[in-house]
Nanobody, 124 residues
């Protein structure tokens, strides 16, 4: 069992930045691949970014490539999502997830554990 808790969401103006954190407990995530997904109101959940178990490989959705950066700190048992140049269309609830296989999967079915989410709202 991996317990995940997101933090760092909030309200920001377009063009601004936020840094989301995901703290894991109950078990180390050092061998897990980690991902961020988001769900906007009225839309399906979508993939945002993923990082491999050792932090050496990353993968991004095209809509956030070049603006968002995912990173992993195995010593702290945490994952981060640095979001720059935010746009109103980035408004969503952001979820952290862990996959046992350790890779950078972009489909939600690959992830066994999920956090409760944190709201990000970008105003125009």
């Amino acid at each position: 069992q991996v317990l995940l808790e997101e933090s760092g969401g909030g309200l920001v103006q377009a063009g601004g930045s936020l840094r989301l954190s995901c703290a894991a407990s109950a078990r180390t995530i050092s061998t897990f691949g980690m991902g961020w997904f988001r769900r906007a109101t009225g839309k399906d959940r979508e993939f945002v970014a993923a990082v491999s178990w050792n932090g050496e490989s990353t993968y991004y959705a095209g809509s956030v490539q070049g603006r968002f950066t995912i990173s992993k700190d195995n010593a702290k048992n945490e994952v981060y999502l640095q979001m720059n140049s935010l746009k109103p269309e980035d408004t969503a609830v952001y979820y952290c997830a862990a996959n046992f296989m350790g890779g950078t999967a972009s489909y939600s079915g690959a992830y066994e554990y999920w956090g409760q989410g944190t709201q990000v709202t970008v105003s125009s």
